[in-house]
């Protein structure tokens, strides 16, 4: 197969005048970083495929994409997860149709139910020890769709941020007896088929459509994502026109050749995940045995949660110092957790500066003895007034969020990252939500939706 990269380099010894896109013309000698990039930074011009009519060296990434993850067809994506969510849903939905939602879904998903008019019938997972959520399981699935008729599709996040996964067989089983399509945002597994150490693939575990982003675990360039089409749900004309509404109608050849070297990479050279997979477990056992800060039970190994719940620190302080102090730069906090995400391209001497930090920081810090702020023992279950679509029509003011309590929400407001809504518009803004909101801001975390302690909400 002709390399997308390899051809793409050869473009810098050919005498070819660029009269196209993009204006740097390959040639930009202003800005370092955009003339070493704009050697290979091309649109769609004569012998390099097209991304949304792909019949050569596209279209061979696209079947190798299905043979090393075994699906129907697998399609690249280069504005990421949030492509190939929107997509996804607009392929299985029509305006106005019921889907069931996980509720604990990427903001992505909300706007694709916003955008299509959708009626979304919530799933809450259920909250363990530490205030993390954990997988949907069949056992909801069908304790939901007994009570719901006329639903089109079903979208679940899974693994979580967190590291958490789904039942994703037992829920495929009980949706496709119901002929309900599943839709897993698996963006945050792409790395799942390269070790037995990782959970299963929803792309071999009975989902219909999944999606993955390959920046988030896998060395591979910001954007970069896949869509696997593993069943015939849809047709894959349909799937690839809905892609290409979603998509940029000018893709990054840069991105398009990091997800091939990404995934060639990858399947051609499993021994290093093996490697990573022996030093993640060796980190692991250590980090057992510090004395406060506990490495919280996760389905994905390769995610690192660090609870200090019972500490004298949130989650957020534990952030900053370790960014602060050891410039160690984590992935989120949340108020009673950190997140530190692995790859296959972590090394040793992060492990083990990461380590250190925490057991310095471990041996400073003492068991908190009063209650807790704030721990959900379940997921909060706003009231729900409009639809998302519905309250976008709406007039709307702004309003003290501490003056807000009965009001219905406007605008999504949610921490970021993860990116789930504490408030979908539509949905009654109560106490929990204040206060919740309230808690965020004394830590300074960032909370989207909130500007200048105001908040939307419709004007009634």
């Known amino acids: ?33 955009l003339d070493a990039i704009s050697k290979i930074d091309i649109t769609e011009i004569t012998g390099f495929d097209d991304l949304h009519h792909p019949e050569e060296m596209i279209r061979e990434l696209m079947d190798d994409l299905k043979q090393i993850y075994g699906t129907k067809e697998s399609y690249l994506l280069v504005n990421s997860s949030t492509a190939g969510n929107l997509a996804a849903i607009a392929a299985l939905c029509n305006i106005g149709d019921k889907i069931l939602v996980a509720r604990n879904c990427h903001k992505s998903v909300y706007h694709a139910i916003e955008l299509l008019g959708l009626d979304p019938i919530y799933i809450y997972p259920e909250i363990d020890e530490y205030g993390i959520c954990k997988g949907i399981t069949k056992e909801q699935i069908e ?27 037992g829920i495929s089983d009980v949706l496709h007896r119901n002929n309900i399509p599943l839709i897993v945002d698996e963006a945050h597994g792409a790395h799942f088929i390269y070790h037995e150490a990782f959970p299963e693939s929803a792309a071999n575990s009975g989902a219909d459509i999944v999606i993955q982003s390959l920046h988030k675990t896998l060395p591979a360039f910001t954007q970069t994502g896949l869509l696997h089409l593993c069943t015939d749900c849809v047709t894959r004309e349909m799937m690839q026109k809905k892609l290409s509404i979603f998509q940029s109608s000018s893709p990054s050849y840069v991105l398009i050749a990091s997800i091939e070297q ?39 190994i390769g995610k690192l949660v660090f609870s200090v719940k019972d500490t004298t620190i949130s989650g ?9 102090n050891y410039h160690l730069e984590m992935e989120m906090s949340e108020l009673y957790y950190v997140i530190a995400m692995t790859s296959v391209c972590d090394t040793q001497e992060g492990y083990d500066r990461l380590y250190q930090a925490l057991k310095e920081i471990d041996s400073e810090i003492t068991k908190k003895n009063t209650e ?15 639809k998302p679509e519905e309250a976008a029509t709406k007039d709307r003011i702004q309003i003290d969020y501490d003056d807000a309590k009965d009001e219905i929400a406007a605008e999504f407001i949610f921490l970021y990252p993860p990116g789930i809504p504490l408030v979908v518009p539509g949905e009654v803004i109560d106490k929990y939500v204040i206060d919740k909101i309230r808690q965020y801001e004394q830590y300074n975390m960032k909370v989207i939706g909130l500007n200048d302690h105001k908040i939307y909400i419709i004007n009634r």
Not at 374 to 386: G, I, R, S, T
């Open 372 to 386: 807790y702020l704030f721990l959900e023992n379940d997921f909060h279950q706003n009231k729900k007034m409009l």
């Open 143 to 169: 304790n939901i769709i007994t009570k719901e008729t006329s639903i089109k599709a079903m979208v679940l996040v899974s693994p979580t941020y967190e590291g958490r996964v789904s039942d994703i067989e």
């Open 316 to 324: 957020e302080e534990l952030f900053e110092i370790l960014r602060d």
């Open 262 to 300: 990404c995934i060639h990479i990858c399947n051609e050279n499993r021994g290093y995940f093996q490697q990573y997979y022996e030093k993640l477990w060796i980190l692991r056992e250590k980090l057992e045995e510090l004395k406060y800060i506990k490495l919280v039970p996760t389905d994905d």
């Open 1 to 33: 197969m002709t390399s997308i990269y390899n051809k793409l380099k050869q473009l810098q010894y050919k005498e070819d005048y660029p009269f196209h896109m993009p204006g740097h013309k390959r040639n930009l000698k202003i800005d370092s970083l």
